[in-house]
């Protein structure tokens, strides 16, 4: 347990002389949508906070916090996925105690979201399941969603310009699903329940068919520009 920023840095130099370690080029905690019909498919990941080469005491302390929850770092990787654990969380919390009374407005961001993912209300329905740990160590072909997610997210935020990130394979991985308030709902769903969900008067107001989502369902603008995702990120 760390008690002081003192020790906080002490534990953060320890870690970064792991033989595990690398320093990622970035990572975040990314809430995810799953399939209905196929609940193992990733559809979308969210990004509440995105650290693409900063924050690197955050990322070495999520290392070292999936390692005490039993996962295996393979940094030689481009990219790794780990699912969220009691674990996981109650050492992040343990190891940013000197910082928890700060964490507030923009101070301290990643410490902000694993304390409220600690504290998430149960009947809310989401368990560890739903959100993932993402690392990025080198900017190679995405090998899945939650990356392209978090590399679209980026050069949404302009922490990385679009020419500069990898997404050569990015439609080869994503699939065509109907956007409905921001939630992508898989059309084998919609195709297989058709009748039931339109005599019921259940059938939902379809915003649009695509491979992703609107730019302002995961961006919140610096000004009042209204830019659809496709071409802000992809100059279409």
């Given amino acids: 347990m760390i008690f002081t920023k003192e020790e906080f840095l002490l534990k953060v130099e320890q870690i970064k002389k792991e033989p595990w370690y690398k320093r990622p080029l970035a990572f975040g905690i990314a809430r995810i949508n799953r399939g209905q019909v196929n609940q193992n498919k990733v559809l ?48 992040c919390i343990e190891s940013f105690r000197p910082y928890l009374p700060e964490a507030k407005n923009s101070n301290h961001k990643n410490v902000q979201l694993v304390s409220q993912l600690a504290t998430l209300p149960r009947d809310l329905g989401l368990g560890a399941d739903d959100f993932r740990v993402v690392f990025i160590f080198e900017d190679k072909e995405p090998l899945s969603v939650e990356t392209i997610y978090l590399k679209l997210s ?26 409905i308030s921001n939630v992508p709902v898989e059309l084998d769903y919609l195709r297989a329940n058709e009748i039931s969900l339109k005599l019921t008067g259940k059938f939902p107001y379809i915003d649009m068919v695509s491979k992703l989502p609107r730019y302002l369902a995961h961006t919140i603008p610096q000004d009042d520009e209204l830019i659809d995702i496709s071409k802000k990120l992809l100059g279409e």
Avoid: C, R
């Fill in 44 to 91: 979308q990941a969210t990004y509440p906070v995105l650290n693409w080469n900063e924050n690197f005491s955050s990322a070495a302390i999520f290392m070292e916090a999936l390692i005490h929850s039993g996962y295996m770092i393979d940094s030689t990787k481009s990219e790794q996925i780990f699912t969220i654990s009691d674990e996981f969380l109650t050492y």
């Fill in 154 to 179: 980026a050069i949404s935020q302009e922490k990385v310009s679009k020419g500069d990130v990898n997404l050569s394979n990015m439609y080869d991985i994503l699939e065509n699903v109907a956007w």
